[in-house]
């Protein structure tokens, strides 16, 4: 089975980087060019939605250095890959807190979402200044200014950032970490994980084949039995 929708936690840039003895910014631009093979792969294989965790609401903490890097490198990925997107017919959603972020990129960020609004052969989720507790949070907070008393799962997950998709099927991170690192946390209630070693700028489209086989071969049962376990 060809997952719906895969998710990648694109973690390890900046021990990619040390390892090659780099500055960790090194590893950030490599990892940002890792991002148009994966994109480009999974669209041949017709997966339809691809969610990537590109910068959280905790690595505001960073140091300055290296937080005003990713906040040049940031528009700088949407402004030269744009146009290559748009021909390929992705549809660019951002999710996450951008207010956070100043003015200029937030700029680019919704003009990449409204320049590619139209297109669905596959959509492109970027998790910016994102967080799944604060994704959770906002959500019930919207759900208090709409005036509702009670809620169902339906209203509630229309109400995440991820409004209207489908959950994550695989959630993919790299560079040997076995945590969630507030992704996804509503959404990934029946997700299957992929971890692997490989640091982000490595991750190749080998890489995520071998991922995709994995995904293969696991058997999905949320909560209940396959069909020849029952007996
Ligand atoms: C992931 O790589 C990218 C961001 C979190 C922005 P890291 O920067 O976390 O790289 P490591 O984990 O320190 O190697
Ligand atoms: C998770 O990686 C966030 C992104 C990949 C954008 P981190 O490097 O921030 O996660 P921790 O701090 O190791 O949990
Ligand atoms: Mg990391």
Same mark, same amino acid.
């Given at each position: ?11 390890? !840039? ?6 090659? +003895?780099?500055?960790? %910014? ?7 060019? !890792?991002? /148009? +093979? ?5 669209? %041949? ?50 999710? +996450? ?13 919704? @003009?990449?979402?409204?320049?590619? /609004?139209? !297109?669905?052969?596959?959509?492109? !989720?970027?998790?910016?200044?994102? +967080?799944?507790? @604060? ?6 907070? =919207? ?10 799962? @339906? ?64 058997? =999905? ?11």
């Amino acid at each position: 089975m060809i997952p719906t929708h895969v998710a990648f936690i694109m973690d390890g !840039n900046g021990r990619w980087a040390s390892a090659r +003895g780099m500055k960790r %910014n090194e590893g950030h631009r490599a990892g940002t060019e !890792n991002i /148009r +093979g994966i994109i480009r792969h999974s669209k %041949n294989l017709g997966i339809k939605y691809l969610t990537f965790y590109a910068f959280s609401a905790e690595n505001f903490s960073r140091p300055v250095e290296e937080v005003g890097f990713l906040m040049k490198l940031i528009p700088e990925f949407f402004n030269r890959e744009i146009v290559e997107l748009t021909q390929e017919g992705a549809r660019i959603q951002i999710i +996450g807190d951008i207010s956070q972020f100043a003015k200029p990129i937030q700029m680019v960020l919704r @003009q990449a979402e409204k320049l590619t /609004r139209q !297109n669905d052969t596959i959509i492109l !989720n970027f998790a910016l200044a994102y +967080g799944g507790r @604060q994704e959770i949070v906002q959500a019930v907070n =919207r759900l208090i200014e709409s005036g509702k008393k009670q809620v169902t799962e @339906q209203d509630f997950s229309d109400a995440l950032y991820t409004g209207g998709m489908p959950d994550p099927d695989l959630i993919i991170r790299t560079s040997g970490e076995q945590r969630v690192s507030n992704f996804l946390l509503y959404q990934s209630a029946y997700s299957e994980f992929y971890f692997t070693p490989v640091y982000w700028p490595d991750f190749s489209v080998d890489e995520y084949d071998k991922a995709l086989a994995d995904y293969h071969s696991r058997k =999905r049962r949320f909560g209940g039995l396959d069909a020849d376990e029952n007996h």
